[in-house]
Structures are given as C-alpha cells and as structure tokens.
C-alpha cells in the first residue's frame, strides 16, 4: 500500500446506505492530529468511490453509516483487496449497537469476505491503546453508550480483522464518529479532548 506523504482523511463512499455521517468529525480529527503531533496532514477530507481505483492510493480510509451495507460486486472486490494488500479501514456504527441495520449487514459483508470469524475482539492492551496516548483500559466509552441510546450497553471492546499480524479493518459500536462529530474550536469546554483516540487510530494506521 502506497504510504502518503501527508495524511488525508479518506472517507468511503458506497451505493447503499447513508455514508455520508458525522460531516465535521474529519475536520475536528485533523485539527487534533496537527495540535498533537508532527504528521503532515491535508487540511480537507477526501471523499472516494469504494468502487473507485483511486482507493488503492489510499492508507487509511474511514467507513460509517446507520442503514444498510451491501457491496455490489466491484466494491466487494475493492473492499478485500485493500485490505489483503495492507490498507487500514475505520469502520463505525453510527448506530451504536449490535443488533442495527448497519451492524448486522456490515458483519455479514465481512463474513462473506473474509470468512466466519474473521471480525475478533481487540485485547484492551493492544499496540492500538498506546500508539500515541495510553488509554489502559481499551476502547474509552461514549456519551452516546452512556446515555440510554442504542442497545443500552457500553462496549469494552472494538474488533478487527488481523491481516500479517497488522489491523486491515477495525470496527466500532461505540459510534466516535458522532462523538467527535462538533466544530473543533470546542473542544476547549471539554474537560478531556475526546478525540484523543481517534490520534491513536490514526498513527497506529500510519506506522
């Protein structure tokens, strides 16, 4: 997989279901990215066809929706190579539970792509929870968890599909995308800065 530059926020775009999610969440996460870190960034997200070729110029690519996911035939095929040839996809929920639309179709896509069992839960002391910040206990809730939406559950844990011992897909109910989803000149009136992970996401991607 082409390693970039400078880090673009890749958002996929697929024919079913709403991908189009959580509109000022890249801007918030890269704004983080450049207050953190040293890694060059592309100031404007990128939209890109799953069906489209230009996804192989892509290391990381974010995924989200509420409604339905079904694949046709080429973005199918796209999806698994890109992932088999070493690209990292964030995939979220924006649902927040385990029972959804988007849940269970996505689980079946990944199912029928890389096999049963091919999704696992993440240890909670995975490089992933220490690639910039440390976060001990794994994945840090949501206030969409805590609220009584969704399936009323906190997830403890995020998935993945494991290819050569790196995360190719790494999958979340908790719903950041919504979570990070605010202008990031807010992020002052937060006690904590909760895109903390999402540069934990990002640099694990990258490295």
Not at 29 to 49: A, H, M
Not at 96 to 114: N, P, R, V, W, Y
Not at 146 to 170: E, P, S, T
Request: charged share 25%.
């Amino acid at each position: 997989m082409k390693k970039a530059s400078k880090f673009t926020f890749t958002r996929l775009r697929y024919r079913s279901g709403d991908w189009d999610t959580d509109q000022r969440m890249p801007a918030n996460l890269l704004n983080s990215l450049i207050e953190y870190t040293t890694i060059p960034v592309q100031l404007q997200e990128r939209v890109i066809d799953l069906s489209s070729n230009d996804l192989f110029e892509a290391p990381f690519c974010y995924l989200s929706g509420h409604k339905l996911v079904q694949f046709d035939a080429q973005e199918a095929a796209h999806f698994k190579k890109y992932v088999q040839n070493g690209g990292f996809v964030f995939v979220d929920d924006c649902n927040h539970d385990i029972d959804g639309l988007f849940a269970k179709s996505f689980e079946a896509q990944m199912k029928s792509l890389f096999g049963p069992g091919s999704l696992q839960k993440i240890p909670n002391n995975h490089e992933l929870y220490h690639s910039f910040f440390r976060f001990e206990k794994g994945p840090p809730t949501t206030s969409f968890e805590l609220n009584g939406w969704g399936d009323d559950l906190v997830h403890d844990y995020l998935k993945a599909i494991v290819v050569n011992g790196r995360i190719g897909v790494l999958y979340s109910n908790k719903d950041y995308g919504c979570e990070w989803d605010y202008d990031f000149r807010n992020k002052r009136f937060l006690a904590e800065d909760n895109t903390k992970f999402g540069v934990n996401i990002v640099v694990y991607a990258m490295s």
